[in-house]
Antibody, heavy 122, light 107 residues
Framework: QVQLVQSGAEVKKPGASVKVSCKASGYTFTSYDINWVRQATGQGLEWMGWMNPNSGNTGYAHKFQGRVTMTRNTSISTAYMELSSLRSEDTAVYYC???????????????WGQGTLVTVSS | DIQMTQSPSSLSASVEDRVTITCRASQSISSYLNWYQQKPGKAPKLLIYDASSLQSGVPSRFSGSGSGTDFSLTISSLQPEDFATYYCQQSYSTPRTFGQGTKVEIK
């Protein structure tokens, strides 16, 4: 079945970087964009950006530009999200999600990874 | 950026109640609107895409409607497993913004 499996929880100090992985299986990895979404405890969903695994093209939310980098390794069907200059406000669960659909605009996220908790604390 | 506003932010309902959640976009997004369900400690799950198309495997008591700027998600007969938080999301443009969520609680 189609699934995305993310790496385990991380604890980082302020100012450090974190790199979360998202391994795809059950479909052709290069055929669908991967999006990243985060959720602080008790809060809503915040979209961070997307990556095209075929071309490597990316697009980031303005809030994260300059701090986030999305990459991939097609040989192992894995996407990565690296966030730098971490601060306490970055403590959240980070999700990857496959973007699938029919055409421009007619797209949705399915499935989602199980989430990776990143805790930023001194 | 397109802003998505859900209402209410939370609601209390009983099993077998009919529940409707609304979502308003700050500009027209055609029918490019999706709904997700999230249970505590779990990843979001797709319920409805393109405003009214039911995702495979999702019970038929869930339905979506709307176009342009105003949308709704209806649960025709609330079941115990439906108590969760629901999010709308626009896919008309990036950033792919979400509503703030509607928490459905047991009355």
């Amino acid at each position: 079945q189609v699934q995305l499996v993310q790496s385990g929880a991380e604890v980082k100090k302020p100012g450090a970087s974190v790199k979360v992985s998202c391994k795809a299986s059950g479909y052709t990895f290069t055929s669908y964009d991967i999006n990243w979404v985060r959720q602080a405890t008790g809060q809503g969903l915040e979209w961070m950006g997307w990556m095209n695994p075929n071309s490597g093209n990316t697009g980031y939310a303005h809030k994260f530009q300059g701090r986030v980098t999305m990459t991939r390794n097609t040989s192992i069907s894995t996407a990565y999200m690296e966030l730098s200059s971490l601060r306490s406000e970055d403590t959240a669960v980070y999700y990857c999600a496959r973007e699938i659909g029919y055409s421009y605009g007619s797209v949705w996220f399915d499935p989602w990874g199980q989430g990776t908790l990143v805790t930023v604390s001194s | 950026d397109i802003q998505m506003t859900q209402s209410p932010s939370s609601l209390s309902a009983s099993v077998e109640d009919r529940v409707t959640i609304t979502c308003r976009a700050s500009q027209s997004i055609s029918s490019y609107l999706n709904w997700y369900q999230q249970k505590p400690g779990k990843a979001p799950k797709l319920l409805i895409y393109d405003a009214s198309s039911l995702q495979s495997g999702v019970p038929s008591r869930f339905s979506g409607s709307g176009s342009g700027t105003d949308f709704s998600l209806t649960i025709s007969s609330l079941q115990p497993e439906d108590f969760a938080t629901y999010y709308c999301q626009q896919s008309y443009s990036t950033p792919r913004t979400f509503g703030q969520g509607t928490k459905v609680e047991i009355k």
